[in-house]
């Protein structure tokens, strides 16, 4: 499987398109998410609910991976993604690394996104 090419594909169907649903093709259920100081177990019901959250409060986002890694089942990259249109534009940047088994993502390790693009 071309990792690069999946993680796009998943991007594009699900966030660009703004459409929860399409996790479904994507995410295993129940995926792990780790994150700092914890990790969560979530359903894909659960995952789709935090994605149509994050698209209610980001108008238009727009991500961007930068300096993507793939090495077997593991894709890793520092990401970029804009919300918003015009002078409310606003940039963040953060880390993730997805596990991709047998065609879905079963595990994320994200970093909390922080403001403005990488430098």
Same mark, same amino acid.
Not at 72 to 80: N, R
């Given at each position: 499987m071309d990792l690069h090419a999946f993680i796009q594909e998943y991007t594009d169907a699900v966030y660009h398109a703004g459409d929860p649903e399409a996790a479904a093709r994507y995410i295993a259920d129940p995926c792990i998410r780790h994150e700092h100081g914890h990790q969560q177990v979530m359903s894909l019901a659960e995952n789709k609910k935090r994605i149509a959250s994050f698209l209610a409060s980001a108008t238009n986002a727009r991500f961007s991976y930068i300096a993507p890694l793939a090495e077997?089942?593991? %894709?890793? @990259? @520092? %990401?970029?993604f804009t919300v918003g249109a015009g002078d409310a534009e606003q940039t963040f940047s953060g880390i993730e690394i997805f596990r991709v088994q047998h065609g879905k993502i079963t595990e994320t390790w994200n970093t909390a996104a922080g403001r403005g693009p990488w430098g």
């Open positions: 077997g089942e593991f %894709y890793a @990259a @520092a %990401y970029q």
